[in-house]
């Protein structure tokens, strides 16, 4: 698997199990050489309104939704057989890995 095909939207692994989300790319002339990324999970609850909600999670924690909504974005990605790339591969292929801040404002906030 190429590590140079990484485009926003990708999935990455880290050790532990959790995902995140490609945010952003950044390339030098023609080559990848970092890529920025957010927790999948964070990402998903700000993709989220509450109106939206089915009826069947009206009684239960707003986490129980965002949950399955993470779940769905994984299965999406393995259905359309884009590779989910492993954070320590990415580092052995000298692809710096940064991570968004999550106490910043998100960009979907005042959306």
Known sequence: MSMQKIVEMDLVRDEYGNYYKVVGTHMEEDKLTAI??????????????????????????????????????????????????????????????YAVDITQPHPKRNL
């Open 36 to 97: 920025e990324v957010s927790n999948l999970y964070f990402e998903k609850s700000f993709e989220a309104g509450t109106d939206s909600l089915d009826e069947s999670y009206q009684s239960k924690p707003f986490g129980v939704y965002i949950q399955d909504q993470v779940n769905a974005y994984i299965e999406d990605i393995q259905q359309n057989e884009r590779p989910i790339y492993g954070i320590r591969d990415l580092m052995v292929n000298r692809i710096k890995v």
